[in-house]
């Protein structure tokens, strides 16, 4: 099973974490399911972007994006060169590194 690695979020996993999860699984699915609470507001829908990571290592595992990701990503706060929604990244093989952005844009949680 493909490892996933989180680097520290201050918030979801400050000490960063190691997960597996079988292959075909996608990222947002396998963080949630190993108690990493990323936000996912359209329930993994590829309507928001609010389960938005940068994949720092094994991008190329993950097949590519869409179009509708695509154009979501452009919305995403802190966009990268190899940002995923990670509701829509489904894992190989591979292992994956992720960061979870600091923020997210949620205009129904927003903390102020």
């Given at each position: 099973m493909p490892v996933i690695k989180i680097l520290p979020h201050a918030?979801?996993?400050?000490?960063?974490?190691?997960i597996e999860a079988p292959a075909g699984t996608s990222l947002c699915e396998a963080l949630v399911e190993n108690g990493i609470a990323i936000e996912h507001?359209?329930?993994?829908?590829?309507?928001?972007?609010?389960?938005?990571?940068?994949v720092k290592s094994g991008y190329g595992s993950l097949g590519?994006?869409?179009e509708i990701?695509?154009?979501?990503?452009?919305k995403a706060w802190g966009l990268q060169p190899t940002s995923r929604?990670?509701?829509?990244?489904v894992l190989s093989d591979e292992d994956v590194t992720i960061e979870i952005p600091r923020y997210t844009i949620n205009h129904a949680r927003e903390r102020h």
């Open positions: 918030e979801l996993c400050p000490q960063g974490d190691e507001a359209c329930e993994m829908s590829c309507a928001c972007t609010t389960c938005h990571v940068v590519d994006p869409d990701e695509e154009d979501l990503l452009d929604l990670s509701c829509q990244a």
